[in-house]
């Protein structure tokens, strides 16, 4: 059920319907706080308001709880769009985005971070 929902909730960010997107996220309860897709969704929404750094928070939480490439290739989206190219092309390179992501989460302050 939860991926049928989500599913659905992608299909509206796609369709740009992103006031109804965000209301089915809304909607949604706190079994969803770990799940990266829903993080992900989350984060599309705070990109298409141009809230980038709620994105981008959004989007470090997520990889907190699965890696994709989708996540970071939006992160390297945004902080393209920020000005940081040197950052942008380090996130998109699959050689260099760990160890990016983990620097730039040790220099970010109230980055949740999973306990293992």
Do not use: C, H, T, W
Not at 83 to 98: I, M
């Amino acid at each position: 059920m939860k991926d049928n929902v989500l599913l659905r909730i992608n299909k509206l960010v796609e369709e740009k319907k992103i006031d109804e997107a965000q209301f089915e996220l809304l909607k949604l309860g706190p079994e969803f706080l770990e799940n990266p897709e829903y993080l992900y969704l989350r984060s599309k929404v705070f990109f298409y308001f141009r809230l980038y750094y709620l994105a981008i928070d959004m989007l470090l939480i997520s990889l907190e709880f699965g890696q994709n490439d989708k996540i970071y290739n939006l992160i390297a989206e945004i902080y393209s769009i920020l000005g940081n190219k040197e950052l942008s092309k380090k996130l998109l390179d699959s050689n260099l985005r760990a160890s990016s992501i983990n620097s730039l989460k040790n220099e970010m302050s109230g980055i949740y971070r999973k306990k293992i």
